[in-house]
């Protein structure tokens, strides 16, 4: 049963923009809290931002001020609008929900981002 669904990624230059988007099942949505987490080659799983279901955010410094995310409730989707992409934030992007004490619950299949230098 595939809960999120992520949309969105794709080949860009430096300095160029994307947005991902997250549609989840509304069980899942109205949980505690959607993020974006990103893999790059060879490194760990990180987050790279947070939303609650109150709206509040949460970023990796390395994408503050770049990344912006958001949540529309009605449409169940979670957002990740990215700017100023930089060939560093390659990397494959997964939706995750529902944080708990041991981690995110449930994950998208992932997205893949490449930024050209």
């Known amino acids: 049963q595939v809960q999120l669904v992520e949309s969105g990624g794709g080949l860009v230059q430096s300095g160029g923009s994307l947005r991902l988007s997250c549609s989840a099942s509304r069980s899942i949505f109205s949980r505690n809290g959607m993020g974006w987490t990103r893999q790059a080659p060879g490194k760990q799983r990180e987050l790279v931002a947070r939303?609650?279901?109150?709206?509040?955010?949460i970023y990796a410094e390395s994408v503050k001020g770049r990344f912006t995310i958001s949540r529309d409730n009605a449409k169940n989707t979670v957002y990740l609008q990215m700017n100023s992409l930089k060939p560093e934030d390659t990397a494959v992007y997964y939706c995750a929900a529902d944080l708990g004490p041991t981690g995110w619950r449930y994950w998208g299949q992932g997205t893949r981002v490449t930024v050209s230098s």
């Open positions: 939303i609650t279901s109150g709206g509040s955010t």
